[in-house]
């Protein structure tokens, strides 16, 4: 479940919001995946959000220490709310207010953020993965999007954050590669199919040879996870990198 809110939009535009999407001053619901919880529930894309588990909305908006971040803070807090506990949700809906509880499921935890002012790109904070819509377009299909993705996951799980030098963060590097690999595999994409996004990306990058050494070549990077293609199986185990740090 995603949520919006009216005080992320810039003050001259927000009457037109409003109006537009039907907002108030208290949160909304902007979307609901299929099959999630929030949908079984009964959550609907539009819905006003009164209160979580007896704590109003506008409580929250008023201990908030930057309102125009509202919605992400939202929806951290829900993601922090223990998993084994049902969560209360008061919803306006068409002027009446419904209460609906949520079952939660343990799913994963990093959000995926489109990215329009970047080139052909794809990064990790550790919280969030972030990927370029010039990545988009230059992806030829889903599994070469998996596999980019995949690997910027792999540096989520295992929490890779600032390395203590370039040897170091190569082997972060490797090890993402190959579990990225692992998880793309187990999510139901062709990686074989995948790799051709890196041969393709070398190709067409003039610059390749001025790049950060944190990563081998792009050639070099195919190479190690193809080896690899014959020995994958779910659920994806961390990789073997035994030896391997410098």
Not at 61 to 82: M, T, Y
């Amino acid at each position: 479940m995603s949520v919006d809110y009216i005080g992320a939009y810039a003050p001259g535009d927000r009457e037109a919001v409003k109006q537009l999407l039907g907002m108030t001053d208290l949160p909304q619901v902007a979307a609901v995946a299929r099959g999630s919880p929030a949908t079984l529930a009964g959550v609907r894309a539009g819905d006003t959000i009164v209160s979580i588990n007896a704590v109003s909305t506008k409580q929250l908006i008023e201990e908030s220490d930057e309102p125009s971040l509202f919605a992400d803070e939202l929806e951290q807090h829900l993601r922090v709310l223990p998993s084994d506990s049902p969560i209360e949700l008061v919803l306006e809906r068409e002027g009446h207010d419904i209460t609906v509880t949520i079952t939660p499921e343990a799913a994963c935890a990093p959000r995926y953020i489109l990215k329009t002012d970047k080139g052909i790109a794809a990064f990790t904070d550790g919280a969030n993965i972030a990927v370029s819509s010039r990545l988009i377009d230059f992806a030829q299909n889903d599994d070469e999007i998996a596999l980019v993705a995949g690997h910027e996951l792999a540096h989520v799980v295992y929490g890779d954050d600032e390395a203590s030098g370039l040897g170091q963060r190569r082997f972060w590097e490797d090890r993402a590669d190959l579990l990225g690999l692992r998880i793309a595999h187990c999510a139901g994409y062709d990686v074989d199919k995948g790799l051709a996004y890196w041969t393709r990306r070398d190709a067409k990058d003039w610059l390749r040879l001025f790049r950060d050494p944190t990563h081998r070549s792009r050639g070099a990077r195919v190479k190690r996870m193809r080896e690899e293609l014959a020995s994958l199986s779910c659920p994806p185990a961390l990789p073997d990198m035994t030896g391997d740090e410098g």
